[in-house]
């Protein structure tokens, strides 16, 4: 064994490329700062509520990072898990309030349930996915593309690359 402790060259490269990756995901939505997220801060801007946060998943992990950040800046939010909005949560959700709804699929059925209850209640939508034809993309009265063209996962298993466009997003 040596005295220096390196990780192996495969896992300095591994992580190299994953910052990459990274990178480049927060580097495209540079360009997708347009009418769109103007409306969505003005719809956020003009809530009397909260902002209900929802996201299933590794979406939900990032979800109520947004919420807590947008409440540590003044904007009352919450986060409220989606299956179990649909199993008696939505009571805690108001005329007043907005939803921020993600999911990179945009086609999560924990979420894509929630819409028609959100619908009638009349609470606006501004929906994060990576699919602008999506359910929930069309669903929306506002959409950010937060879309990445490859996970840093080599497995393709776990959102990474997705993960960290949906909280760059979130923060900005």
């Not at 086609?107 to 959100?118: C, K, M, N, V």
């Amino acid at each position: 064994m040596t005295s220096d402790h390196h990780p192996p060259r495969s896992a300095v490269e591994s992580a190299r490329r994953t910052i990459a990756i990274e990178r480049q995901a927060v580097e495209q939505l540079e360009h997708r700062i347009d009418d769109s997220f103007t409306k969505a801060v003005d719809l956020l801007a003009s809530v009397e509520g909260r902002v209900i946060v929802s996201g299933m998943g590794k979406s939900g992990h990032i979800g109520n990072k947004i919420a807590a950040t947008l409440a540590s800046t003044g904007t009352p939010a919450q986060f409220v898990h989606p299956a179990e909005a649909c199993h008696g949560d939505m009571g805690m959700i108001t005329r007043s309030d907005a939803a921020l709804l993600m999911s990179n699929s945009g086609t999560t059925s924990e979420i894509t349930a929630l819409l028609p209850l959100l619908k009638r209640l009349g609470v606006p939508i501004l929906a994060m996915t990576g699919n602008d034809a999506s359910t929930l993309a069309t669903a929306a009265d506002v959409h950010l593309n937060i879309g990445v063209s490859e996970e840093a996962c080599p497995l393709d298993l776990a959102p990474t690359a997705s993960t960290t466009a949906n909280l760059v997003m979130g923060d900005a």
